[in-house]
């Protein structure tokens, strides 16, 4: 099976929370896919804690891993795998036995799952109400908006946290636009559950239209709790029903090098500052550059900031992107040069060889949804492969731009903080072992030397720096 790639995992319902089965999502967790899809077949009716207990278990395997991950329940998509394509479609049902790891007891005389603490049921309310920041979405949203969807038969309104609430946030700079929390959240949830009607609220107070709509049930985290009783007593002042409440856990921060704690946006967001090494203020200017060639917002904050964040990266992160942006001086078409700075690394695991294809092809979905043309912007990315134009046929303006662009990603190794790089790149190729690393290191940095570094820039700091690592590998073997 090839590495980065789409993955629909077919899993029994009732097969979830035996041992072996677990193994196995975590075996493809820990392959470097792009996304997994788990697909529970054979969904009853049942208790919502039955299905907020299955979330959380599969959940929480997950987040420690970079692979998108998702859980659908087939009797609430049915159409799911023929409107998604997926690269390779897995039965993971052939027998399962073994240990439950989760206290959900099944009758498989009637394939009937038994629950302790009964509560509501799936459908049981026609029109239900959620409400939330939903930035940077993560599995805690995907629990929340997942269990809302089921409890409702009809309709389900989704209130979104406006900018006017948010001004006390931590790492306020980092937060999503409203625009693109609201596309997040409207993509999964058609996603999970298409037939359920939804409207999204702009949340400029705590209430929203929940305070006199016509509604059942509002679904909750415990740290939103509160706002339950907060909306309850304004609707009594106006006459109308009481909500009932259905109140989910908090997920843990299961990550092992830090302390355990709540999942949150703010942990995320704090997350992608680290990662990036990008003050407010310089992820702002970034952010401001993008909109200088895109009115997409949503494919900056959600898409390139998701992947340039991912766990495996330590040099190929925004902070590469910023410090690129700084050295494109002198280009013709600033727009193609920026687009393809933006995209020439959005795909980055070091242990497969087509991560250039595979952004280039990223590009090509932006390119078709912003109706732009994508034909020398994909040439661009695809060159950071090689670096070389020899025999390369474009028009004038073109290739002094490109020259100007692949300079740029290479200008690390002109600067003062090429130890730093180093020590980066060291980090993304941690899989191999040290002689190993630094067999192949020294042999790809000789090749530098032996070739044209630069097309437009002077070499002589790029080859210092080069050969002083050069001697540090050798000196440690």
Same mark, same amino acid.
């Given at each position: 099976?090839?590495?980065?790639?789409?993955?629909?995992?077919?899993?029994?319902?009732? $097969?979830?929370?035996?041992?072996?089965?677990?193994?196995? #999502?975590?075996?493809?967790?820990?392959?470097?896919?792009?996304?997994?899809?788990?697909?529970?077949?054979?969904?009853?009716?049942?208790?919502?804690?039955?299905?907020?207990? #299955?979330?959380?278990?599969?959940?929480?395997?997950?987040?420690?891993?970079?692979?998108?991950?998702?859980?659908?329940?087939?009797?609430?998509?049915?159409?799911?795998?023929?409107?998604?394509?997926?690269?390779?479609?897995?039965?993971?049902?052939?027998?399962?036995?073994?240990? &439950?790891?989760?206290?959900?007891?099944? *009758?498989?005389?009637?394939?009937?799952?038994?629950?302790?603490?009964?509560?509501?049921?799936?459908?049981?309310?026609?029109?239900?109400?959620?409400?939330?920041?939903?930035?940077?979405?993560?599995?805690?949203?995907?629990?929340?908006? $997942?269990?809302?969807?089921?409890?409702?038969?009809?309709?389900?309104?989704?209130?979104?946290?406006?900018? &006017?609430?948010?001004?006390?946030?931590?790492?306020?700079?980092?937060?999503?636009?409203?625009?693109?929390?609201?596309?997040?959240?409207?993509?999964?949830? $058609?996603?999970?559950?298409?037939?359920?009607?939804?409207?999204? /609220?702009?949340?400029?107070?705590?209430?929203?239209?929940?305070?006199?709509?016509?509604?059942?049930?509002?679904?909750?985290?415990?740290?939103?709790?509160?706002?339950?009783?907060?909306?309850?007593?304004? =609707?009594?002042?106006?006459?109308?029903?009481?909500?009932?409440?259905?109140?989910?856990?908090?997920?843990?921060?299961?990550?092992? +090098?830090?302390?355990?704690?709540?999942? @949150?946006?703010?942990?995320?967001?704090?997350?992608?500052?680290?990662?990036?090494?990008?003050?407010?203020?310089?992820?702002?200017?970034?952010? *401001?550059?993008?909109?200088?060639?895109?009115?997409?917002?949503?494919?900056?904050? /959600? #898409?390139?900031?998701?992947?340039?964040?991912?766990?495996?990266?330590?040099?190929?992160?925004?902070?590469?992107?910023?410090?690129?942006?700084?050295?494109?001086?002198?280009?013709?078409?600033?727009?193609?040069?920026?687009?393809?700075?933006?995209?020439?690394?959005?795909?980055?695991?070091?242990?497969?060889?087509?991560?250039?294809?595979?952004?280039?092809?990223?590009?090509?979905?932006?390119?078709?949804?912003? *109706?732009?043309? @994508?034909?020398? &912007?994909?040439?661009?990315?695809?060159?950071?492969? $090689?670096? +070389?134009?020899?025999?390369?046929?474009?028009?004038?303006?073109?290739?002094?731009?490109?020259?100007?662009?692949?300079?740029?990603?290479? @200008?690390?190794?002109?600067?003062?903080?090429?130890?730093?790089?180093?020590?980066?790149? =060291?980090?993304?190729?941690?899989?191999?072992?040290?002689?190993?690393?630094?067999?192949? =290191?020294?042999?790809?940095?000789?090749?530098?030397?032996?070739?044209?570094?630069?097309?437009?820039?002077?070499?002589?700091?790029?080859?210092?720096?080069?050969?002083?690592?050069?001697?540090?590998?050798?000196?440690?073997?």
């Amino acid at each position: 099976m090839k590495q980065y790639s789409k993955l629909l995992l077919l899993c029994p319902f009732n $097969s979830i929370g035996i041992q072996i089965l677990d193994q196995k #999502i975590e075996e493809y967790l820990k392959t470097n896919q792009e996304e997994i899809v788990i697909y529970l077949v054979g969904t009853p009716i049942t208790y919502l804690k039955v299905y907020e207990r #299955i979330l959380f278990h599969l959940y929480e395997k997950a987040q420690q891993y970079p692979t998108k991950f998702n859980v659908i329940f087939d009797l609430f998509n049915m159409d799911f795998r023929n409107k998604y394509q997926f690269d390779y479609v897995i039965n993971l049902s052939t027998d399962i036995q073994g240990d &439950i790891n989760i206290q959900l007891q099944f *009758n498989h005389q009637n394939q009937q799952i038994q629950f302790s603490q009964e509560g509501y049921k799936a459908n049981q309310f026609k029109r239900g109400a959620n409400g939330g920041t939903f930035d940077h979405l993560h599995i805690g949203h995907k629990i929340l908006l $997942s269990l809302s969807l089921l409890a409702v038969s009809q309709h389900l309104t989704i209130g979104i946290t406006g900018e &006017i609430l948010l001004q006390k946030k931590k790492l306020i700079g980092f937060l999503q636009s409203y625009n693109t929390r609201v596309r997040c959240v409207k993509e999964f949830c $058609s996603m999970f559950r298409p037939d359920i009607e939804l409207y999204v /609220s702009e949340l400029i107070e705590p209430a929203g239209p929940t305070k006199n709509g016509q509604y059942e049930i509002l679904i909750a985290t415990q740290e939103t709790e509160k706002s339950l009783v907060y909306i309850n007593n304004l =609707r009594k002042e106006g006459g109308l029903n009481e909500l009932e409440g259905y109140i989910i856990g908090m997920i843990e921060n299961q990550n092992i +090098q830090e302390e355990v704690d709540k999942l @949150s946006s703010s942990y995320f967001r704090e997350q992608i500052q680290k990662k990036n090494r990008l003050t407010e203020q310089e992820y702002l200017e970034l952010k *401001n550059e993008w909109l200088s060639v895109s009115d997409n917002l949503y494919w900056f904050e /959600s #898409i390139l900031v998701d992947y340039y964040s991912q766990p495996q990266r330590h040099y190929h992160t925004l902070r590469h992107i910023y410090d690129m942006l700084q050295q494109l001086k002198g280009a013709k078409n600033i727009k193609n040069v920026k687009l393809a700075t933006f995209f020439h690394d959005v795909i980055y695991y070091p242990k497969i060889n087509d991560n250039e294809e595979k952004s280039s092809l990223l590009f090509q979905q932006y390119a078709q949804e912003c *109706n732009i043309d @994508s034909q020398i &912007i994909s040439t661009f990315i695809l060159k950071t492969k $090689s670096h +070389q134009i020899d025999g390369l046929l474009l028009p004038e303006d073109d290739l002094q731009d490109l020259m100007i662009f692949l300079d740029a990603d290479m @200008s690390i190794l002109e600067s003062d903080a090429y130890h730093i790089y180093a020590k980066d790149i =060291r980090q993304e190729y941690s899989h191999f072992p040290d002689q190993d690393y630094k067999t192949v =290191r020294i042999a790809v940095l000789q090749k530098f030397l032996q070739s044209k570094i630069f097309n437009l820039r002077n070499e002589e700091k790029a080859r210092k720096n080069i050969k002083e690592e050069i001697e540090i590998l050798q000196v440690q073997q």
